[in-house]
């Protein structure tokens, strides 16, 4: 059988690389078009019915289960992905076949022969579902500095420039390694959410960066004094309250 085919990725690169490898399968593949992002790619399915598409999972403007999800007709479908096999077991159980970027010749000619066995023009599957699933698999973003106000200007403050957040008063000051210090209009229960794994609360009013710890000196009522290497040998006296956290985290 003769599928005739849309290649539809938002790169240009990967569309020419499946354009050539298709190419060399002309008995099994026509391509009838091409597709740069979501929005274009729905409108060349519904106007142009191909049989299969090669369909880009991650488009800046839909996802391809977006796509799916958006169309009154529905092809047979080769998801091509740059995702890692841990997101791509997902789609196989809905017996969906795939090809991971970059994709290879050899590869294709096994899609091939999966798309001759399908006894069906399309196999049933819920898009909206693969849609949310998709959602799920995607990695999380990890936050990586915190924002200040500076007169008309915001500041990304990296964590690794900051030594440790104090709170004053109704403000929070914010030192960097470079002896800067910054307000910020959050309290210091919010920052604490902000910020990554490496910074540690040793009291109700400060919090410090694990990665400038220098020394810790037992003080009076197991408490601690920490010095920080941050050029100005800044010393922080804990409370007792975080004693034993500070004693895991540090190895005492």
Do not use: W
């Amino acid at each position: 059988m003769t599928y005739s085919v849309l290649i539809i990725d938002d790169e240009s690169a990967a569309r020419l690389r499946m354009r050539q490898l298709i190419g060399a399968y002309s008995t099994d593949f026509i391509i009838i078009g091409e597709a740069h992002n979501g929005i274009n790619a729905i409108q060349q399915i519904e106007n142009l019915r191909p049989d299969l598409v090669f369909l880009d999972i991650q488009m800046p403007d839909k996802n391809g289960f977006e796509v799916l999800a958006a169309l009154s007709y529905q092809p047979m479908v080769v998801f091509t992905t740059a995702y890692e096999q841990y997101a791509i077991q997902a789609f196989e159980v809905h017996s969906v076949d795939y090809l991971v970027k970059p994709v290879e010749s050899a590869r294709l000619s096994k899609t091939i022969q999966k798309l001759n066995n399908f006894h069906s023009p399309a196999p049933e599957l819920d898009y909206k579902n693969l849609a949310n699933l998709f959602q799920q698999l995607q990695p999380k973003k990890e936050p990586f500095s915190l924002t200040v106000k500076k007169g008309d200007r915001i500041l990304l403050l990296r964590f690794e420039e900051i030594t440790y957040l104090q709170a004053e008063d109704k403000y929070v000051t914010i030192h960097t390694v470079d002896g800067a210090k910054h307000i910020s209009d959050l309290t210091l229960n919010e920052l604490v959410e902000k910020l990554g794994p490496n910074f540690m609360r040793v009291h109700r009013s400060t919090i410090i960066n694990q990665d400038f710890i220098l020394e810790a000196k037992r003080f009076f009522k197991g408490r601690f004094i920490i010095t920080l290497r941050d050029g100005q040998g800044t010393n922080l006296r804990t409370s007792a309250a975080y004693s034993e956290e500070i004693k895991q985290t540090l190895g005492i």
